[in-house]
């Protein structure tokens, strides 16, 4: 008499391999989400790289020299104001933030959660005339317990007068 089912044997044989294929499609998608938090904060920290290097290139084109404290040729500074038409203007980092200060308002130039460490500015001039600002940073942002840093290291120089 020939009986119909599946034995004892067969049954784990199939929940095992079920359960393989359940363990490889959670660390499928766990691996996935992980590249896209990566992803993301690799973007998050490009923008923010790119806004800033902006706006310190813009304002060093319009700037006419180094003033206040500032000093020109030197090896390296964390706080750099330069001499603008509309005024004096200040590039530095408070905290984990890289702060831009005109007319004694000062502005965050990174978004919230992002923060700066090594922020060093290293001006040429020639005589007070600015003529490049080397920046460099080190920025760091954080989402879903991963961390990812850039590094931004640029060199702009005014415009020929």
Known sequence: M???GFTLIELLVAISIFILLIVAAGTLYVTVIRQQVDDR??????RESDRVTAHLGRTVAETTGVSGGSVCNVESVDQITLAAPGGAVTYQRNGAQIE???GGTAENLL?????ASSVRFFPTCDG???VTLRFKAT????ASGRTKTTDIS????TRPQ
């Open 2 to 4: 020939k009986e119909s």
């Open 41 to 46: 904060l690799v973007q998050s920290l490009q």
């Open 100 to 102: 831009f200060v005109k």
């Open 111 to 115: 978004s919230p959660g992002t923060s």
């Open 128 to 130: 007070t005339a600015l």
């Open 139 to 142: 920025l760091s942002k954080s």
């Open 154 to 157: 640029i060199s702009v120089g």
